[in-house]
Nanobody, 120 residues
Framework: QVRFVESGGGAVQAGGSLRLSCARS????????MAWFRQAPGQEREFVAA????????SYADTVKGRFTISRDKVNNTADLQMNSLQPEDTAIYYC?????????????WGQGTQVTVSS
């Protein structure tokens, strides 16, 4: 079974930085579009950033644009999320989401999540 595991979460003060990583565990196809979502307590899950396998096209939520950067290693099937200038509003569980490259459908592989806590 193909699984994706997040790492790199933790607790930081406002203005700090964290780098999250999503890595594949197990065996499977290597051509994936990958994304990051987050869910804060009492809130719905929201989109954060995404990157395509084919062209490396990046997209970001307006709330993180200019502060977060997503990157992709197609050889190792990993996706990192560099988060700078973190604010308390960024506190959430961050999830790696994956789907087959080019698929118009929803992301259908999910990691277990990693907690990010930002204190003021």
């Amino acid at each position: 079974q193909v699984r994706f595991v997040e790492s790199g979460g933790g607790a930081v003060q406002a203005g700090g930085s964290l780098r999250l990583s999503c890595a594949r565990s197990g065996r499977g196809l290597s051509m994936y579009d990958m994304a990051w979502f987050r869910q804060a307590p009492g809130q719905e899950r929201e989109f954060v950033a995404a990157i395509t396998w084919g062209r490396g096209t990046e997209s970001y939520a307006d709330t993180v644009k200019g502060r977060f950067t997503i990157s992709r290693d197609k050889v190792n099937n990993t996706a990192d999320l560099q988060m700078n200038s973190l604010q308390p509003e960024d506190t959430a569980i961050y999830y790696c989401a994956v789907k087959l490259a080019g698929s118009p459908g929803p992301y259908n592989f999910w990691g277990q999540g990693t907690q990010v806590t930002v204190s003021s």
